[in-house]
């Protein structure tokens, strides 16, 4: 090989190499679910014991899958409202399906027992999963607790509609002037378009395991 | 002899003498860390200060007071914002509490960790209206850190709890 061609092939490498290092240190950009992405499904344990999939729920339209968790006081301050949404929409085809992701070791109180005291005090008439590898938290790209997303099935795929808050006002409910996750699934019942399809809002970071941190 | 009544009214003025005595110095060393009074701003303000045309290094802390990562990261700011004060580096600390928390949380925080760099709290609870506009690539998630420098032009969030070393090697890239 003649020597002109190594050099450029070095250093195309090199760069090559330098925007792979790059783009995976300071890639920390969101590479999570976008609406009108394919969800994949999981496979978690529930706080029964039982091992739950999106694929069990064969009658359903759609999921509004929250993470969450036990600690966090927005997770807290919104857990009545998750409570009432399964209540409002499980009938109609959506139920939630809440996923706690965060490393116990660094929040104790998200703990698997603590779930299973959390569901069976507050009557949760949903799964609560633990998601212990964290997999499906970085799957879905969820940062926060509380983080929603709502999945609406087509044929055999899971097709993302929603992704962020739950509404526009963390601490009054009654202050609340968007409903986002409400209005996305009965935008979705009535077959209309999701309006606001993401949003932002200010919650706990996911509780990352030391090594798979962001 | 010694009249048992003067010997209590000596006493007591002894006492009230030592205590005017010391009185000056213990507001004085109270005084010597002069917390400033954490004002309520809303976002106008604060992206006011994001975009002030400056060459001084900006670090914005996200944060409030029942985030329990927050608040361990919280002194980790306060060393760096001493250790680079001749830098051109400035802390803001940007609280997230509720108003109705100024007072029974954040203010005694303030005063807790003798805080003497500017804390502000950020009253805009329509957070899906804002969080953009500090940084796109920035989710919501606390504690969090924009570090800024309009100069030149370098601007970065920083989503995670910054360990002291963290902090400052990231604000090394900023600063000559």
Known sequence: ?214 | MVNPNLQKYRTRVFAALAFLMLLPITSASAQRVRTAPVRVIKFDQLKAMIDAQTDTTYIFNFWATWCAPCVKEFPNFQKISKRYQSKKVRVIFVSLDFVKDLKKKLTPFVKEHAVTNDVYLLDEPDYNTWIDRVDSGWEGNLPSTLIINNATGKRKIYPIEFTEAELESALKEFIP
């Open chain 1, 1 to 214: 090989m003649n020597k002109q061609l190594m050099k450029k092939q070095i250093a195309l490498y090199s760069l090559f190499l330098l925007s792979f290092i790059l783009l995976t240190s300071f890639g920390a950009a969101p590479t999570g679910y976008k609406a009108g992405d394919t969800a994949a499904d999981f496979k978690l344990k529930n706080v029964t014991g039982k091992m739950v999939s999106l694929a069990d729920y064969k009658t359903a339209k759609g999921f509004i899958v929250v993470f969450t968790c036990n600690h966090c006081p927005f997770a807290k301050m919104y857990e009545d409202r998750v409570i009432a949404l399964d209540q409002q929409f499980a009938k109609s085809g959506y139920p939630v399906i809440a996923i706690s992701s965060n490393d116990v070791a660094i929040e104790p109180d998200d703990s698997y027992a603590n779930m299973v005291t959390r569901a069976k005090a507050k009557h949760y008439s949903f799964p609560y999963l633990y998601d212990e590898s964290q997999q499906t938290a970085h799957t879905f790209g969820a940062t926060n607790t509380p983080h929603v997303y709502v999945l609406a099935k087509d044929g055999n795929n899971l097709v993302v509609k929603y992704v962020g808050a739950i509404d526009n006002s963390a601490q009054d409910e009654s202050l609340a002037t968007q409903h986002y996750v409400a209005d996305a699934v009965t935008s979705l019942l009535a077959g209309q378009p999701v309006a606001v399809a993401q949003t932002k809002a200010i919650g706990c970071g996911i509780k990352w395991k030391a090594s798979a941190s962001n």
